[in-house]
C-alpha cells in the first residue's frame, strides 16, 4: 500500500504513520524529518533548507522532490509500499509524485485549529529519532527524555506561537489545494478528531477499519 497522511500541521500525520507503519508495514517518510536531518548535519543542502524551515514556510519544491524521490526508490520502500508524511504540500509537488509512484488511499485527517494550536505549542520532540510527545496530551515516562531511544526532548524551531501561526496560513493556502487536485482520483478515508484526549492509539484503530473496508489489508 502506498499512502499520503494528509492534515495540517499539528493534526498527528506523524505520530499516527508511526504505529500504521508497525502495525501495516509500509515504510513511514517523513519530508519534514529528511528536511531537519539535512539541517541537523549543517550540510549544503540544510543550510539551504534553513531559512525556509525556520520561517515555517515551505522548501521550495524542486529540493524536496529530489529528497522523496531517492528515499522512495530504496528497496525498503519498494518492498513494503509506504505512507507519505508531510508529502506533497503543493500541488507541483503532487504532480511531480504522480511520475514517479503510484498513490492508492489519502488518510485526511481534520482538525481544528484550536486543537493544532494547543497540540504544537506543547509538543516535543526527540532529537535523535524524530519521535514526538507531548507535555499535556503524550507525556513521556521520564520527563524531557525519550521512551523510545533514550534521546533528549527539545522544542522544534517552527514549534514556536509566531512560527506555528505562519505554518497554519501556508497550509490553507498552498496545501488544502492539494486536496481538491486528488478528489476523484483515488480512494479516499476521511477522519474526524475533535477531541485532543483520546490516545494515538486509539484514533489508528478507526482509521484501521476504514483501510479495511476498502480492502488495503485483511
Ligand atoms: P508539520 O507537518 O507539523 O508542519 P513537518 O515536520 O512535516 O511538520 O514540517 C516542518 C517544516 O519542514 C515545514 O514547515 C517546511 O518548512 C518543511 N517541509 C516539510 N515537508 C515539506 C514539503 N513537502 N515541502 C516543502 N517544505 C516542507
Known sequence: MNA?????????????????????????????????EEIEKNTELGKK???????????????????????????????????????????????????????HVIINLNVPDWIIIERLSSRRTCKK?????????????????????DGELYQRDDDKPEVIKERIRVYQKQTRPVLEYYKGKMQFVEFECSDPGIPPEENVEKILVELKKLGFYK
Open 4 to 36: 499520503i497522511i494528509f492534515g495540517p500541521p499539528g493534526s498527528g500525520k506523524g505520530t499516527y504513520a508511526s504505529i500504521l507503519e508497525k502495525k501495516l508495514g509500509p515504510v513511514k517518510i517523513s519530508t519534514g524529518d529528511i528536511i531537519r
Open 49 to 103: 533548507f534553513k531559512d525556509y524551515y525556520d520561517r515555517g514556510e515551505l522548501v521550495p519544491d524542486e529540493m524536496v522532490i529530489e529528497a522523496l524521490k531517492k528515499r522512495i526508490s530504496e528497496s525498503d520502500c519498494v518492498e513494503k509500499g509506504f505512507i507519505l508524511d508531510g508529502y506533497p504540500r503543493t500541488i507541483p509537488q503532487a504532480e511531480a509524485l504522480s511520475k514517479i509512484t503510484t498513490i
Open 129 to 149: 529519532c524524530g519521535t514526538n510527545f507531548n507535555i499535556k496530551y503524550l507525556k513521556p515516562k521520564i520527563e524531557g527524555i525519550c521512551d523510545k531511544c
